[in-house]
């Protein structure tokens, strides 16, 4: 069965104070890794999707990378604006070949900057 | 307009109603899901359909029926609403593919 653990749940930082969410999975046959960004009330935003061990994606004061078993998001001197619950996914195969796949969610960590 | 509609956004009703969410999008994707999220539980699986004749049912689709009446719509129903599915309801859509997931704004049901 798919997996994926999410830690801190909750994370708490100043403004500027730089850190990291992680992402542990555990899947059988990974077609991608993907974040979310979610906002209270809000839908899921798609912010990126890794496809293999050593990718790196970037944007703004985020930086996701994958590994073998795990997936990091990098927050580099966060802003208030950044606080939202972030996701993690991946993406594996429904079986029976073919391009039917199923996204399996982490529950998240809430990220929290204070000004 | 959003790439992905659902109504309503919010909803109160009584335990044993039926009651329909709605969902619309403007991706042109043949894929389209239903997702429950409650605090601390993450995001579950509710139905998903790969195309207008395609239906399946997803981790927890128990007390929960679906139609896709079009391309572009799928309703999720609560045949006999209870207070335990109370939660914030998504629906997505997705392409073909490893793609990611684009989300509706949800719906917020209360059962009472």
């Known amino acids: 069965e798919d997996q994926v653990t999410q830690s801190p749940e909750a994370l708490r930082l100043q403004e500027g104070e730089s850190s990291s969410l992680n992402c542990s999975y555990t899947?059988?046959?990974?077609?991608?890794l993907f974040w979310y960004r979610q906002d209270p009330g809000k839908g899921p935003e798609f912010l990126f999707t890794?496809?293999?061990a050593g990718e790196e994606k970037e944007k703004e004061r985020l930086k996701a990378t994958l590994t073998k078993k795990e997936s990091f998001l990098h927050i580099t001197a966060p802003k208030p604006e950044d606080s939202a619950t972030y996701l993690c996914a991946v993406q594996a195969s429904f079986g029976g070949g073919g391009s039917n796949y199923k996204l399996t969610f982490g529950k998240g960590t809430l990220l929290t900057v204070n000004p | 307009d959003a790439d992905v509609t659902q109504t309503p956004r919010n909803r109160i009703t009584k335990t044993g109603k039926r009651i329909m969410l709605e969902c619309s999008q403007t991706?042109?994707?043949?894929?389209m899901y239903w997702y429950r999220q409650d605090p601390g539980l993450g995001l579950q699986l509710i139905y998903y359909?790969?195309?207008?004749?395609?239906?399946n049912k997803g981790e927890i689709s128990d007390g929960y029926s679906v139609s896709r009446q079009a391309q572009a719509k799928f309703s999720l129903s609560l045949e006999s609403a209870i207070p335990n599915q109370t939660a914030l309801y998504f629906c997505?859509?997705?392409?073909?593919?490893?793609?990611?997931?684009?989300f509706g704004s949800g719906t917020r049901l209360t059962v009472v």
């Open positions: 899947v059988s046959g990974l077609r991608g």
């Open positions: 890794l496809y293999s």
């Open positions: 359909s790969f195309d207008v004749k395609d239906i």
């Open positions: 991706k042109g994707h043949d894929r």
């Open positions: 997505a859509t997705s392409g073909e593919g490893v793609y990611g997931y684009t």
